[in-house]
């Protein structure tokens, strides 16, 4: 057995775990304040004044608009074509994206609500949207402020609704586009889905079982995603390209019974179908687990230990899903403070850019060639595109060709090589961002 | 290599020394020479599931247009947009048509209803079944290709086994060093002066993930150091634009270097198509378009050399039978592999048809499997690599039959 921690050994780690990374005022804090209530007020981030970071994010104009008024203002080159607009070069779509992985760079070194983006940064990658497919491009940036953000730190079952219903993921996962194969309809109006188009598609009702909420291994069968992938036809979009948002289209819906995982949904439901599901799936013990364990990676190791887990587990079950609850359970249970798990792991790219941007107190406007780094490293935000997001596993981040990218940003960090972002005393910090200690937390 | 032999013989070794050069220079020098002509494995995998009923078309099986009303593939005949036909029962997709050459020449072979045994249809854990090479079970700690490796532990050359991606796949995971890469041409220190400093750093660590990562990195920069002058440039043959196209471009140089590889790797993702898969044309067909134009431009590239190379293709399942109600196909079970090489006995469409009447259908939907991925790699293992104990490459399968001498 390894000496237990010390103090200063507790505070970086648990800096490690739940902020992007120490920097000397944040461990000045915590050394103050102590761990306990420091961690309280991390759980309640709408109490913690954070302008310094919100003022620079409010100078990215399209993170603050709605689908509709990106869909107008960064239009589809195929409108442009067709409708022979003249626009400026600031208007083409890509700038939506940019705008919105600025936002999530400049927030994650910059903000004081730092556990509450680590956990925006979680279900971002659970609840994964690929941004590059068709119409999510304009899509990702409502998901990310009006879905995933406002229940963080919620319920799980508000935050699995709100995906369920978001148009980024219906659109991404094709659920919107899934109809009750007997629909007798001649083409749905309500939605701008092509012609003659009649059956379920499985894909959205699979994923979310294997990757939201049960787990691959949860005990659902493929006689279950059939019958869950009925439950939510009609759960759709008014037109991706146009008005963006959820809609309910009942002439889509299959109205018949279904059976899902054992419970029967009577026929005639409508809409509540889906939202049975949905309650049915957050409150499983599965779910629980599922969600536990992943936590319990992203808080303490890639292989954490099932005790912590059941912990873990227990606390999501009790409290009916509250996420700051589970969050709790963790950080606060012994096996978090364990020397084994001490710098257990490897940090994804975005948490070693960010670390590294905060350690050396860095001037950034996470400019594109600050982003580009990320993606030499393997994690373009926004932008994975398997359902599973990008992976918490560290083995997968240390390929030779990612390493070497990682100490190629060190040593373009440290040479004040990076457009956009400006390092004092530079060269003094070369050894530490360069540093095999530094690639862990 | 060619600069350092004679700078070897015209100053007897010992004036090296005099240069500067370090006494490893000549070790490095000696290992040059050992380089061959051995022969490659290139496994390309296809990401997302492949919908090989589209890809190579059982034209003459009468449920195929049945199942499939608006996204079958028309059969064979005059004009564009339809089956090529290869043995009167099976057809390439239109946009296949760059493989047809190779396929007439005998270089490519078609193995139909193939893939991996489990029914899994979670892409996550398919791909990870066939990566491991041990379907049904997730906890194998190795990926194949990687335990295909171990089996010569002596030569830590990472450039043993090559894998064109940022993200070193799970095939590949394992003890054996392997390497990621991709780019030769940024597979450097952006600051060269610093590498002795760094490559101590990370040889004197205890943690085993990044001594390793560190001791590939600073191996493989140093072997291309040493072959700077003798790296053949990089190929004039026309690649089709994509990761696909880039990354056997890099594959296809390096063992024209003579690197030492034996084993790689690339993919090529968005074959899910749930929607809008369409048909002649399309989603799929753009896709199939870069898959055929990178390998047909592979073949070209590499000419003779070909000779010692077999390349495979690997999807991690099929796709439904019949159509979804979005002009797609969803999650399936058995697929189409191709193999392509100098050796491999092509021209032929290998495996037993199961039939897709709805009763054979595999769980009343899918395309029934007839050949294990494993009974084809297996093959090509044993005799293109010469790998005798397959039970180590592939433990837990039992290969019972008759060889399909898919490779002479």
Not at chain 1, 107 to 117: K, M, T
Not at chain 2, 271 to 291: F, I, K, P, S
Request: charged share 25%; proline share 7%.
């Amino acid at each position: 057995m390894s000496a237990p921690l010390t103090d200063e050994q507790k505070i970086a780690h648990l800096l490690g775990r739940i902020t992007f990374g120490p920097t000397p005022a944040e461990t000045e804090k915590v050394k103050s304040k102590g761990i306990v209530p420091y961690l309280e007020e991390q759980l309640q981030p709408e109490k913690i004044p954070d302008s310094l970071v919100e003022d620079k994010v409010a100078k990215l104009k399209s993170v603050h608009l709605s689908s509709q008024e990106l869909l107008e203002l960064y239009p589809p080159p195929q409108q442009v074509k067709a409708k022979g607009m003249e626009l400026s070069p600031m208007q083409s779509p890509r700038y939506v994206v940019l705008e919105l992985q600025q936002a999530k760079l400049l927030r994650a070194v910059y903000s004081r609500r730092q556990l509450y983006e680590v956990m925006v940064d979680f279900w971002t990658n659970h609840f994964n949207v690929f941004a590059g497919k068709g119409a999510d491009r304009w899509l990702v940036t409502s998901y990310d402020r009006d879905t995933i953000r406002p229940h963080a730190l919620g319920r799980f079952r508000d935050l699995l609704l709100a995906t369920a219903k978001s148009p980024a993921m219906l659109f991404y996962l094709d659920n919107w586009l899934s109809v009750n194969p007997e629909a007798v309809m001649n083409r749905p109006r309500a939605t701008a889905a092509p012609v003659a188009r009649r059956g379920i598609n499985e894909n959205y009702a699979r994923e979310l079982m294997e990757l939201h909420t049960l787990g691959v291994d949860g005990g659902y069968t493929q006689k279950d995603v059939v019958e869950v992938a009925r439950c939510f036809t009609g759960w759709t979009i008014r037109r991706p390209r146009g008005q963006p948002e959820f809609l309910f289209d009942a002439r889509m819906h299959d109205r018949g019974e279904k059976v899902v995982l054992g419970t029967r949904i009577p026929a005639g439901g409508g809409m509540e179908d889906g939202v049975k599901v949905i309650d049915l799936l957050s409150r499983h013990p599965s779910t629980a687990r599922f969600i536990a364990g992943k936590l319990a990676r992203r808080f303490v190791s890639d292989d954490p230990p099932s005790s912590l887990v059941d912990q873990a587990a227990k606390a999501f079950r009790e409290s009916d899903g509250d996420i700051k609850d589970t969050v709790r359970a963790i950080v606060r249970s012994p096996e978090f403070f364990s020397p084994e798990v001490v710098q257990a792991k490897i940090k994804k790219p975005l948490e070693f850019v960010a670390s590294a941007l905060r350690a050396v107190g860095a001037e950034t406007n996470a400019s594109p060639a600050l982003l580009r780094s990320l993606v030499r490293m393997g994690e373009p935000l926004f932008l994975a595109q398997p359902p599973t997001g990008f992976p918490d596993v560290g083995s997968t981040w240390i390929s030779p060709d990612m390493l070497l990218t990682r100490i190629n940003f060190a040593i373009d960090l440290t040479a004040n090589r990076i457009a956009g972002t400006r390092v004092k005393n530079a060269e003094t910090w070369a050894e530490l961002v360069a540093a095999p200690e530094f690639q862990r937390r | 290599m060619a600069f350092s032999r004679r700078l070897f013989l015209k100053t007897g070794g010992l004036g090296l020394l005099s240069l500067g050069l370090p006494p490893s220079f000549l070790v490095r020098a000696a290992e040059g020479e050992k380089s061959r002509r051995n022969k490659i494995l290139v496994v390309v995998f296809q990401r997302g599931g492949m919908d090989g009923l589209n890809a190579v078309v059982p034209f003459k099986d009468r449920s195929y247009y049945s199942l499939r009303p608006s996204i079958a593939i028309a059969e064979p005949s005059s004009g564009k947009d339809r089956t090529i036909d290869l043995d009167g029962f099976y057809g390439l997709h239109p946009a296949l048509a760059p493989l047809t050459p190779l396929f007439d020449k005998g270089h490519l072979a078609v193995i139909h209803a193939a893939g991996s045994p489990d029914n899994t249809r979670s892409h996550f854990d398919a791909q990870d079944y066939m990566e491991l090479g041990t379907p049904g079970v997730k906890n194998t700690p190795d990926g194949w290709l990687n335990r295909l490796l171990t089996e010569n532990k002596s030569d830590r050359n990472p450039f043993r086994a090559v894998s064109l991606t940022q993200r070193l796949p799970r095939i590949l995971a394992g003890k054996a060093p392997a390497l990621t890469m991709t780019s030769i041409e940024e597979f450097r220190l952006r600051d060269s002066l610093l590498a002795p400093a760094l490559q101590k750093v990370y040889a004197n660590i205890q943690d085993p993930l990044l001594r390793q990562g560190g001791e590939n990195v600073f191996e493989a920069m140093r072997i291309l150091k040493t072959m700077e002058s003798t790296l053949p440039p990089p190929s004039s043959e026309s690649y089709p634009a994509g990761r696909l196209g880039e990354s056997l471009k890099q594959i296809g140089r390096l063992i024209k270097a003579n690197i030492g590889i034996e084993i790689a790797f690339t993919e090529i993702e968005g074959w899910d198509t749930h929607v809008n898969e369409g048909g002649a044309e399309g989603q799929m067909a753009n896709r199939l378009q870069e898959l055929a134009g990178a390998l047909a431009a592979f073949y070209r590239d590499l000419g003779d050399r070909m000779d010692d190379v077999a390349l495979v293709t690997l999807s991690e399942f099929g796709r439904t039978a019949r159509e979804n109600g979005n002009r797609g196909t969803d999650h399936g079970h058995a697929n189409v592999m191709f193999a392509m090489g100098g050796k491999i006995k092509g021209g032929k469409v290998y495996g037993r048809w199961p039939g897709l009447d709805p009763g054979v259908l595999y769980e009343g939907r899918d395309l029934a499997l007839t050949t294990d991925f494993r009974a084809v790699c297996g093959e090509i293992l044993s005799r293109h690599l010469g790998q005798k104990d397959l039970k180590k490459v592939f433990p837990a399968y039992e290969f019972a039959g008759p060889p399909f001498g898919i490779i002479a």
